[in-house]
């Protein structure tokens, strides 16, 4: 047996156990962002439990207008329920001043407000799209998750994010080369205070950058300095000047009053590293 066989067996195990846990539910209601991991899970647990299936997505000013249309639309196309509830995490005790344990403030209100909307619509569970691969970062979020009973399906089946792309590919869903994404939130450097005004400089940011062909990108906010991460072998075309300018004239046109590029690029949770070893332990 050939290694690729072994991996393909593996991932088909993997597979069968999520879908067997899935079925045990009987019914559940998924955190639904519109991202690759929650789409994944809504869509094998949809296959799996029909119309026993509800995707719920928490509108925040954390979440930007594309992802909302794009977890509409990927709803619509499948014949998902689909229910979409306003949350105004800016009123979270804590969550403005943007403490280390943010995400736990914030997924902690969020996902009881999913369990509300589960509960009024005879859902047995709640689930969300963790995977694996999320043991690897600082994540306060997922104490909340373990505090509040939501399951977490794809991590239980032990489902890598790569696996989870190449199982959306096999399914014929175009999702599966969609770029990562975290919730707008998390560009504040810890301490910086999160506004309503300051996340749709960084919204308006990003989708500039995204629209120029910037598939991978962040605006990660310093004060009033930008400090932009994208995928390395895009660092040349960042600096090409003509681009170069337009970037720096329209993110200081949305009020940073400095543009800088980060020359390691983009990666996920950078914004952790200023954190201490004894938060992650």
């Given at each position: 047996?050939?290694?690729?066989?072994?991996?393909?067996?593996?991932?088909?195990?993997?597979?069968?156990?999520?879908?067997?846990?899935?079925?045990?539910?009987?019914?559940?209601?998924?955190?639904?962002?519109?991202?690759?991991?929650?789409?994944?899970?809504?869509?094998?647990?949809e296959r799996v439990l029909g119309e026993n299936v509800l995707a719920v997505?928490?509108?925040?000013?954390?979440?930007?207008?594309?992802e909302l249309e794009e977890a509409k639309a990927f709803c619509r196309e499948?014949?998902?329920?689909?229910?979409?509830?306003?949350?105004?995490?800016?009123?979270?005790?804590?969550?403005?001043?943007?403490?280390?344990?943010?995400?736990?403030?914030?997924?902690?209100?969020?996902?009881?407000?999913?369990?509300?909307?589960?509960?009024?619509?005879?859902?047995?569970?709640?689930?969300?799209?963790?995977?694996?691969?999320?043991?690897?970062?600082?994540?306060?979020?997922?104490?909340?998750?373990?505090?509040?009973?939501?399951?977490?399906?794809?991590?239980?089946?032990?489902?890598?994010?790569?696996?989870?792309?190449?199982?959306?590919?096999?399914?014929?869903?175009?999702?599966?080369?969609?770029?990562?994404?975290?919730?707008?939130?998390?560009?504040?450097?810890?301490?910086?205070?999160?506004?309503?005004?300051?996340?749709?400089?960084?919204?308006?940011?990003?989708?500039?950058?995204?629209?120029?062909?910037?598939?991978?990108?962040?605006?990660?906010?310093?004060?009033?300095?930008?400090?932009?991460?994208?995928?390395?072998?895009?660092?040349?075309?960042?600096?090409?000047?003509?681009?170069?300018?337009?970037?720096?004239?329209?993110?200081?046109?949305?009020?940073?009053?400095?543009?800088?590029?980060?020359?390691?690029?983009?990666?996920?949770?950078?914004?952790?590293?200023?954190?201490?070893?004894?938060?992650?332990?």
């Amino acid at each position: 047996m050939t290694n690729s066989d072994a991996a393909g067996r593996d991932l088909e195990e993997k597979k069968k156990m999520l879908e067997t846990n899935l079925q045990s539910f009987g019914s559940v209601a998924v955190a639904f962002s519109g991202g690759v991991d929650s789409a994944f899970l809504l869509k094998a647990a949809e296959r799996v439990l029909g119309e026993n299936v509800l995707a719920v997505t928490v509108n925040t000013y954390s979440l930007p207008e594309r992802e909302l249309e794009e977890a509409k639309a990927f709803c619509r196309e499948n014949g998902i329920r689909h229910i979409v509830r306003d949350f105004d995490e800016l009123s979270v005790r804590g969550f403005c001043e943007n403490p280390p344990d943010r995400c736990y403030l914030c997924k902690k209100e969020l996902l009881k407000e999913i369990m509300h909307i589960a509960k009024e619509n005879g859902i047995m569970y709640v689930a969300e799209g963790s995977n694996v691969d999320d043991d690897g970062d600082y994540r306060p979020g997922m104490a909340a998750v373990e505090e509040l009973g939501i399951k977490s399906p794809l991590k239980e089946a032990g489902i890598y994010k790569k696996e989870i792309r190449a199982m959306l590919k096999n399914m014929g869903l175009s999702l599966w080369k969609k770029p990562s994404f975290a919730c707008l939130s998390s560009r504040f450097a810890y301490g910086e205070r999160i506004t309503k005004e300051k996340l749709a400089m960084v919204e308006q940011a990003e989708q500039f950058l995204f629209d120029r062909g910037f598939s991978q990108a962040r605006v990660r906010i310093h004060d009033r300095m930008a400090r932009i991460e994208v995928l390395p072998e895009y660092l040349e075309k960042l600096v090409e000047k003509k681009t170069r300018e337009e970037v720096v004239s329209k993110l200081k046109a949305l009020g940073f009053l400095y543009v800088s590029m980060d020359l390691e690029g983009y990666r996920t949770g950078s914004m952790n590293t200023s954190l201490s070893f004894n938060i992650y332990n």
